[in-house]
């Protein structure tokens, strides 16, 4: 069975069991305190030598690290990645994009506030990180739109990178109030049948 090692309140290890869900497929869960540093022991670095999660453990063994890599692992011929040439590539856009332009500020911010100690030295990160976030959230807002999901007509891994850190926003201090037809997206997502919240492990 394939087995997700994952940390509940983490949006890339979200992003993993969105997708498991969306396919169906059966895992076992290994949940890793990334606060206490669970994922820098030695027998975690043997598996992901980058000590983060979410990682994949394949029934032979192997391991996949980077949360879109795994998404793209696990779509692949399936509904949720499209086949065409240019849209495979336009789905890798929006997850390039989501790992560039969005979690670094996004993401990190919701970590320094809801998982960092009041006094932590790195709330001093989170003005900075106010603009390239709202950046981020408006650069979703123009295509969005005009689109029902981020390629194609249809749901895919792109939605599910950036549905993960984006509905969870406002706990990193991102008020999405101005940005509609983000909202009316989160929605949609969370409307379809097989959606998991990201506190259901
Ligand atoms: N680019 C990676 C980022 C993974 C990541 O930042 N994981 C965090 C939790 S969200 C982690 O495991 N941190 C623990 C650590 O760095 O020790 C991905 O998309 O999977």
Known sequence: MLRLYDYLPSGNGYKCRLALAELGL???RIELDIVAGETRTDAFLNKNPNGKIPALELDDGRVLAESNAILW????????LPGEAYDRADVLRWMFFEQYSHEPFIATSRFILEHLPADSPRRDELP???EPGHAALSVMERHLTDHAFFVTDEFSIADIALYAYTHVAPDGGFDLKPYSAVRAWLERVAARPLHVAITEG
């Open 73 to 80: 692992y696990l779509a692949e011929d399936t509904a949720l």
């Open 128 to 130: 900075a990180k106010q």
């Open 26 to 28: 059966p895992y076992e």
